[in-house]
């Protein structure tokens, strides 16, 4: 995403992703007895380098796989995690389902929709952060309320975590690092003793 | 009491996502000792022996699905299904997080035994860190000969294919899955044919989940009257059984099945939290219907649950305390299966719908006394009526607590306050 922005900037046509990663492509598409299998990690990797996944991705994706336009869209319109339209740069997913509901979620969501000043389904200004709600449960019930940040965990999120995440993403910290360093209980606390809320 | 753990061995002690910690406990022991020593019809036979029920909800025994499929020279796919979704459910994510070699050689024994032509993980889209934890480990497991061509020098290849799913629940339905493996929309197909005779590509399929796989090399290495010696008779083995909602500690505890609910809560997962009190609890996932404080002592295995008028389905335990509104719960899971529903079948589509409007206008007081009866006829009209099974389970929660819980219905539409003890505030869609 960077790498394209600063050739536009430049006046440069910008290479597209297909082009750049044309072997990562070629070896997606070798792991599976028939090419078509690869059509949701061709979107996987649309969405990694575009940060959404746009009609033109779809274009490539049909015509590389041998498949129609509106076979492509019908496969990527089904899955909630494809963003159709362009989202922030981290997208903010608070889990929804029973057990975050009931542990904090709802107040997490609407502390988080002060915070970043947008309601939920809205990206802040700036096109640092989308802010979601998923009614699917994200699998880290014992770690409630929990959410995700571009499928990276967070566990336990108080307000003042929400906040500290917040801030230090603005500030550049690396969202991998971010996650395992303060995302997540070490795996014996988290698993076997949880401290209770 | 102290249960040995199996499959959850090591896990917050060593890390394990390195291959030479997971050989230092006896890993790819099992692989070995297949590979030298045993027929692919040993491997399977000793599986079926163990009576190693699924552990994704079914229940059905492994060895007797690797036993259906058909022996006609088609190439055979081993599927593992690893979109763990369903509600209070977070077992699998530690197993792939934590001990991803353990799901390798389980895969690998089980494409052994049912001489599978290629493996898939189906891994559920939101786990990130899972997929680079198992990209890591099956690149390990190949450069230690586990996994690629000619294994431990045998004649035996496999190759294990980590698919991504990108956020839908229904992907967890085994033909759903199959659906979005193949590149398309998550839509289950209609069973018969099942899997085993037209599955991945039209052939033959073998689908599993995470936990039941993983309990196969342990089955290989120690047999399977080690495996039958733990749990109960017709339930043998562990089961790792992720407890959440209002106890002191929740969390993956792996347990022998058949252990109680009330040795669950009140000793591994440290009892109710201080001020609250057990009001119902769900042990099987989002479908399962509630289990009361009268069950307490109801063994947690798969026949005795069902007898109790419930489902161990996943063995996500979610205890909800006093201050949980029934009402309002139901909505919750009446959202989640509206917004997952694949919208092939009219009853589900529409059904699932219908319960959240109704759901909804209850929770904000403006329920119809005709309502209740309403939702106690979605059991004739969504069950049965669909292809796969999620309408069915849709409801079996809502049923249960218009059941055990009707004045809180009742008290809904009349316009009172709602009687949880702590009532908080209403959800809008």
Redesign the interface.
């Known amino acids: 995403m960077a790498a394209q922005d600063a050739a536009r900037a430049n006046g440069a046509p910008a290479q597209p992703w297909w082009e750049r990663r044309a072997a990562d492509i070629d070896q997606l598409i070798a792991r599976y007895p028939k090419a078509r299998s690869a059509l949701m990690g061709l979107l996987w990797m649309a969405q990694e380098e575009r940060g959404w996944v746009a009609p033109e991705d779809m274009d490539f994706i049909a015509q590389r796989l041998g498949l129609s336009r509106a076979y492509v869209e019908s496969t990527c319109s089904f899955y909630s995690l494809y963003h159709r339209e362009p989202v922030g740069r981290y997208v903010i997913v608070v889990c929804g389902n029973v057990m975050c509901g009931l542990r904090g979620g709802e107040s997490l969501v609407r502390h988080l929709e002060e915070r970043l000043g947008v309601k939920v389904g809205e990206t802040t200004p700036d096109g640092l952060f989308t802010l979601l709600v998923t009614g699917e449960c994200v699998a880290a019930c014992d770690g409630a309320p929990a959410l995700q940040i571009n499928e990276e965990y967070f566990h336990k999120v108080t307000p003042e975590r929400a906040d500290q995440i917040v801030q230090a993403l603005r500030e550049g910290a690396d969202l991998v690092e971010l996650s395992e360093r303060i995302g997540l209980t070490a795996p014996g606390a988290v698993w076997e003793a949880g401290e209770s809320a | 009491m102290k249960y040995e753990k199996v499959l959850?061995k090591g896990?917050?002690?060593v890390d394990l996502t390195r291959i030479e910690n997971y050989e230092a406990q006896g890993g790819y022991q099992a692989l070995r000792k297949a590979l030298k020593s045993m027929t692919p019809a040993e491997v399977h036979e000793e599986v079926k022996k163990a009576n190693l029920r699924g552990r994704g909800g079914a229940g059905f025994p492994a060895g007797v699905k690797w036993g259906f499929l058909p022996d006609d020279g088609r190439?055979r796919y081993l599927c593992c299904n690893a979109d763990?979704?369903?509600?209070?459910?977070?077992n699998?994510?530690?197993l792939i997080?934590?001990n991803p070699h353990l799901l390798i050689e389980g895969i690998l024994l089980a494409a052994y035994a049912v001489r599978a032509?290629?493996s898939f993980i189906y891994l559920?889209?939101?786990?990130?860190?899972g997929y680079r934890v198992l990209m890591d480990a099956i690149e390990q497991a190949r450069a230690k000969g586990y996994l690629g061509d000619k294994i431990l020098g045998t004649d035996f290849s496999q190759?294990i294919?980590v698919?991504?799913?990108?956020?839908?629940?229904i992907c967890g339905e085994e033909t759903g899955l199959l659906s979005?493996?193949?590149?398309?929309?998550?839509e289950p197909r209609i069973k018969p044919p099942f899997p085993a005779v037209a599955g991945l590509?039209g052939m033959p399929t073998v689908v599993n989940n995470v936990e039941t796989l993983c309990n196969v090399p342990f089955i290989v290495d120690r047999g399977a009257d080690w495996f039958l010696s733990i749990g109960t008779e017709k339930s043998p083995g562990t089961k790792i059984f992720?407890?959440?909602?209002f106890?002191?500690?929740?969390?993956?505890?792996e347990l022998p099945l058949g252990i109680t609910l009330r040795e669950l809560i009140e000793d591994v997962a440290?009892g109710m939290?201080p001020g609250s009190e057990l009001k119902a609890v769900q042990p099987g996932g989002?479908s399962s219907p509630v289990l009361l404080p009268e069950h307490l002592d109801l063994p947690l295995d798969f026949d005795s649950v069902q007898q109790a008028g419930s489902i161990l389905g996943t063995a996500?335990v979610?205890v909800?305390d006093q201050s949980?509104c029934m009402v309002r719960?139901a909505l919750?899971?009446a959202?989640?299966f509206s917004?997952?529903s694949?919208g092939q079948c009219t009853p589900c589509r529409e059904g699932t719908a219908w319960t959240a409007r109704i759901l909804r206008r209850l929770e904000h007081g403006q329920g119809r006394p005709e309502d209740i009866e309403v939702l106690k006829s979605l059991r004739t009209t969504m069950s049965g009526t669909t292809i796969c099974l999620l309408s069915d389970f849709s409801i079996t929660f809502l049923q249960s607590v218009l059941k055990h819980f009707a004045h809180e219905f009742e008290a809904h539409i009349q316009g009172r306050a709602c009687l949880a003890e702590r009532p908080?505030?209403v959800?809008s869609a």
């Open positions: 959850t896990i917050g002690e190439p763990e979704s369903e509600p209070g459910t977070f699998n994510r530690m997080e934590f032509a290629r559920r889209g939101e786990f990130r860190k190759e294919v698919h991504r799913g990108a956020g839908a629940y979005s493996l193949e590149g398309g929309r998550g590509y992720s407890v959440s909602g106890v002191r500690r929740p969390g993956n505890y440290g939290l989002a996500g979610m909800f949980v719960t919750y899971y959202d989640f917004h997952e694949c908080r505030e959800r």
